[in-house]
């Protein structure tokens, strides 16, 4: 079956280093996203991609970064890591011409310290 | 700009009482409205998606949502409510950005169904 995976699904960093979040999915969607969710925030888009080379900056982008050098992953880079980026972060996906319907990971909780 | 609002952090119901999850949004043009849930450490899933047509929309696990533009409103709801619905849900609008759609989420409601 067709799945999205993320990893690591828990992380505990300090403040300065640099982290990576992967995300892959096996849906062969054209777009991808990167969303936080904080409590009484939900969720919240940090960076989007609509085919590999594309990338764009969603509504929370600082401090974060994403490549896409292939459909299926869409890894998402903290350059230096920061307490305020204690959060869950999903990634999802979508079809090309969707109308908005989203399948998501299951979330890569990461503490900042 | 595109904007989802859900006016209750918490909703309580007994169960086998329907339910109500209210959501209102703001945006541009024709709204895509949707609903999501998301189970205790997982991921958000599809509940059901509003495009156009009839204003009453049904979806997974007896779940409706009913569409009324003059409120702007997407309510979700269901006739008896289960202890199994106890979840967090979430209200979304679709805009156009570019040339694919963005969801936008409200906060979410945390749904407590009491046996």
């Known amino acids: 079956d067709a799945e999205i995976t993320q990893s690591p699904r828990h992380k505990i960093t300090e403040t300065g280093r640099q982290v990576t979040l992967a995300c892959h999915q096996t849906?062969?969607?054209?777009?991808m996203f990167w969303y936080r969710q904080d409590l009484g925030h939900g969720l919240r888009l940090i960076h989007y991609?609509?085919?590999?080379?594309?990338?764009n900056k969603g509504e929370v982008s600082d401090g974060y970064s994403v490549s896409r050098s292939n459909t299926e992953d869409l890894p998402l880079t903290l350059e230096s890591a920061a307490s305020s980026q204690t959060s869950v972060y999903f990634c999802?996906?979508?079809?090309?011409?969707?109308?908005?319907?989203?399948?998501f990971g299951e979330g890569s909780r990461l503490t900042v310290l | 700009a595109q904007s989802v609002a859900q006016p209750e952090d918490q909703v309580n119901v007994a169960e086998g009482n329907p339910l109500t999850v209210k959501c209102t949004y703001s945006v541009s043009g024709n709204p895509y409205l949707f609903w999501y849930v998301q189970y205790p450490n997982r991921g958000l899933q599809f509940l059901l998606k509003?495009?156009?047509?009839?204003?009453l929309v049904k979806g997974s696990y007896g779940f409706e949502a009913e569409f009324n533009k003059s409120q702007t409103s997407f309510h979700l709801k269901k006739p008896s409510a289960l202890v199994s619905d106890s979840a967090l849900y979430f209200c979304?609008?679709?805009?156009?950005?570019?040339?694919?759609?963005?969801?936008?989420f409200g906060s979410g409601t945390q749904l407590t169904v009491l046996p």
């Open positions: 991609s609509y085919g590999v080379q594309d990338t």
């Open positions: 999802a996906s979508s079809e090309q011409q969707s109308t908005g319907e989203l399948f």
């Open positions: 849906w062969n969607h054209n777009n």
């Open positions: 979304a609008v679709s805009g156009l950005s570019g040339s694919a759609r963005q969801l936008t």
């Open positions: 509003y495009i156009t047509g009839d204003n």
